[in-house]
Nanobody, 123 residues
Framework: VQLQASGGGLVQAGGSLRLSCAAS????????MAWFRQAPGKEREFVAA????????YDTNSVKGRFTISRDSAKDTVYLQMNSLKPEDTAVYYC?????????????????WGQGTQVTVSS
């Protein structure tokens, strides 16, 4: 499975961005897809996850009500709509895929990773 993330950029606080993650290859083996982020000097942290087939989602408390994860199965693409962005959302955002049948928040569960896309929120 190959993952290609895109959509990052520079935005002012309060603004919005939509990240995309296009999956290719053996996508039928994927059960869960997720977004993680890593800010400078910090560990990679879970943001949100979605099951590939059923559309169940889970997101971390810090983004609840602001970020929405969704998927378009026909396009093999997962999105992260980010609204009301804050400077603390600045990070490199990574998409990941897992064969595990769970909305896991542990990065070690995910065996496939995209290259990352930079999101910078200015104050």
């Amino acid at each position: 499975v190959q993952l290609q993330a895109s959509g990052g950029g520079l935005v002012q606080a309060g603004g919005s961005l939509r990240l995309s993650c296009a999956a290719s290859g053996r996508t039928f083996s994927v059960y869960t897809m997720a977004w993680f982020r890593q800010a400078p000097g910090k560990e990679r942290e879970f943001v949100a996850a979605i099951t590939w087939g059923g559309g169940s989602t889970y997101d971390t408390n810090s983004v609840k009500g602001r970020f929405t994860i969704s998927r378009d199965s026909a396009k093999d693409t997962v999105y992260l709509q980010m609204n009301s962005l804050k400077p603390e959302d600045t990070a490199v955002y990574y998409c990941a895929a897992s064969r595990a049948m769970a909305l896991a928040t542990n990065s070690q569960v995910y065996g496939y990773w995209g290259q990352g896309t930079q999101v910078t929120v200015s104050s």
